[in-house]
């Protein structure tokens, strides 16, 4: 069965800072893995995704995330937070032993202070 | 906007009582899931159609059915409602639903259910 961790239920950034939130994955075959973002009493809203090709991903809003096998990681970057980045933070696996539902990680509330 | 529709978007009743939450999927995609987010169990993937047919199943309930109709839109009823059941409800929709796929799949905003 495919799974992800989040390893920080929270990270706290300042202003203009790097941000980065953890993910690391555990699959059988290749990994189709996503970002989510929730902002307070909204949806979820889709980032970015990786299926297959470069490592370096680019999504919404300024956010990309790095893909690396060897560490089974999938880490989500923003090289200047701002305030409005404040939100819950959910990566996800594709499962490849169903017909392809999400399997989510707890998730990771990043605060993002002025 | 993802295009997913979710009605009620609130919705308070009280226990025993029985509920239905419904999903409009995005123009074109034949499959929908519906999921649950609650403070304890984070998100949890009850169930899974596609085009009309049920094709996974997570941690529902049996006082929870759910079904998808001709027109593609689904419905989850959620019945004996308790305490517990309080919780936000997610229904997401995608084109190809297989597991080889790497097809985005579009949350709607969710219905936000208190029993009381």
């Known amino acids: 069965a495919q799974s992800v961790a989040q390893p920080e239920d929270q990270v706290n950034v300042a202003e203009g800072n790097p941000l980065t939130v953890k993910c690391t994955y555990s699959?059988?075959?290749?990994?189709?893995l996503f970002w989510y973002v929730q902002y307070p009493n909204r949806g979820l809203q889709f980032l970015l995704k990786?299926?297959?090709?470069?490592?370096l991903v680019k999504g919404s809003y300024g956010f990309e995330a790095e893909f690396n096998k060897s560490q089974t990681s999938f880490h989500l970057k923003k090289p200047s937070a701002l305030v409005s980045d404040s939100a819950l933070y959910f990566c996800?696996?594709?499962?490849?032993?169903?017909?392809?539902?999400?399997?989510f990680g707890a998730g990771t509330q990043v605060v993002v202070t002025p | 906007d993802s295009g997913v529709t979710q009605t009620p978007k609130h919705l308070i009743t009280a226990t025993g009582q029985r509920v239905t939450l419904r999903c409009s999927p995005r123009s074109g995609d034949l499959s929908v899931y519906w999921y649950q987010q609650s403070l304890d169990q984070g998100l949890q993937f009850l169930i899974q159609y596609y085009n009309g047919e049920e094709r996974a199943k997570g941690n529902i309930l049996e006082r929870f059915s759910a079904q998808q109709f001709p027109d593609l839109h689904s419905e989850l009823n959620l019945s004996s409602l308790e305490l517990g059941d309080s919780a936000l409800y997610f229904c997401?929709?995608?084109?190809?639903?297989?597991?080889?796929?790497?097809?985005?799949?579009?949350f709607g905003e969710g219905s936000w259910l208190t029993v009381v």
């Open positions: 990786y299926i297959t090709g470069d490592n």
């Open positions: 997401a929709s995608s084109v190809d639903p297989g597991p080889s796929s790497g097809n985005t799949i579009y």
């Open positions: 996800a696996v594709r499962d490849t032993d169903s017909w392809g539902k999400l399997q």
């Open positions: 699959v059988s075959g290749n990994p189709y």
